[in-house]
C-alpha cells in the first residue's frame, strides 16, 4: 500500500489520493521465489508478569528459563461478556477500517458486546478472560495480536475467512481453530448469536485452538528445523 504524504487538496484530489492508495498490485511471479514462510506474531512474547509495565525493555527475555509458554486460561466457564473488540476506533479510511467500523457499529446495539478504544493492558486482558467471543477484523493486515491474545485467554476467534493465507504458526483452521465470517461482515450480527446461543458447543474449538498454539510454542527444535529447511532450499 502506497501512503502519500498530506497536502491541503481538493475534496477531488483527496478522492483520487484514497482511490490511489486502495490499489494493490501483485507480486510478480518471477520474485516469489524470494519470499520464505518465517514465522508470524503469535511467536512473540505473550507472558505476563506482576508489575511488568514497570520493567525496562526486553527484561522478559531474561526470565525464559522460568516461564516457558504463556499462561493460558482455561476456565471456559466463567465468561460473563459476550463478546468483546478493542481497537482503533472509525479511523476515516476506508481500507483499514471498513470492517472495524462494521464491528463497532453492531457491538454499540448490545449491552453485552464490549467495544471502545484502547485500554490499559490488564484491564483489556481481563475483558478477554471474561468474554465469550472475540471479533478481530483485519487492520494494516491479516494476522493480529489480538487474534492470539484471544486464543490464550480462552475466547472463541470470530474472523474474517483466513483461507487466502499461509503462515505458522497456523491457528486459522476454519471451524477448528476459530469461526470463519465473510469479509463484508454481512453474517457477522447472525454469526455471533448462534456462537453465543450455542456457546456449550464451541468450547472444544477453544480448547483445540490452545492445545495447537502451545504445542507450537513448546516445539524449540521445529522452529530451528523450518529455518534449517529454508536455507538448505
Not at 492508495?21 to 521465489?33: A, G, M, R
Not at 503469535?42 to 504463556?70: A, C, E, H, Q
Not at 471479533?135 to 475467512?161: M, T
Request: charged fraction near 30%; hydrophobic fraction near 30%.
Amino acid at each position: 500500500m502506497v501512503f502519500l504524504p498530506e497536502y491541503n487538496l481538493s475534496k477531488e484530489i483527496e478522492e483520487d489520493n484514497l482511490r490511489y492508495q486502495s490499489e494493490y498490485t501483485p507480486c510478480p511471479e518471477s520474485e516469489l521465489h524470494k519470499i520464505k514462510l518465517g514465522w508470524n506474531i503469535g511467536m512473540i512474547d505473550y507472558r505476563t508478569f506482576p508489575l511488568s509495565r514497570f520493567y525496562p525493555i526486553g527484561t522478559s527475555r531474561l526470565l525464559n528459563s522460568v516461564y516457558k509458554v504463556p499462561k493460558f486460561y482455561e476456565n471456559l466457564d466463567d465468561k460473563p461478556i459476550d463478546s468483546v473488540f478493542r481497537g482503533a476506533i472509525k479511523k476515516n479510511k476506508e481500507n483499514y477500517a471498513y470492517q472495524r467500523n462494521k464491528v463497532i457499529e453492531l457491538f454499540e446495539k448490545y449491552p453485552n458486546y464490549i467495544t471502545g478504544d484502547v485500554i490499559p493492558k490488564k484491564k483489556y486482558l481481563d475483558e478477554l478472560k471474561k468474554s465469550k467471543t472475540c471479533v478481530s477484523p483485519f487492520g494494516w493486515g491479516e494476522v493480529c495480536f489480538r487474534d492470539f491474545e484471544a486464543i490464550i485467554n480462552g475466547c472463541v476467534l470470530i474472523k474474517p475467512d483466513m483461507d487466502h493465507i499461509e503462515t505458522w504458526p497456523d491457528l486459522y483452521r476454519k471451524n477448528e481453530t476459530y469461526v470463519s465470517i465473510k469479509w463484508d461482515m454481512t453474517d457477522l450480527e447472525q454469526t455471533l448469536n448462534e456462537v453465543v446461543s450455542n456457546y456449550e458447543d464451541y468450547k472444544p474449538l477453544v480448547r483445540n485452538a490452545q492445545e495447537i498454539y502451545k504445542e507450537a510454542l513448546r516445539d524449540g527444535e521445529g522452529f530451528v528445523n523450518r529455518f534449517k529447511k529454508i536455507l538448505e532450499q
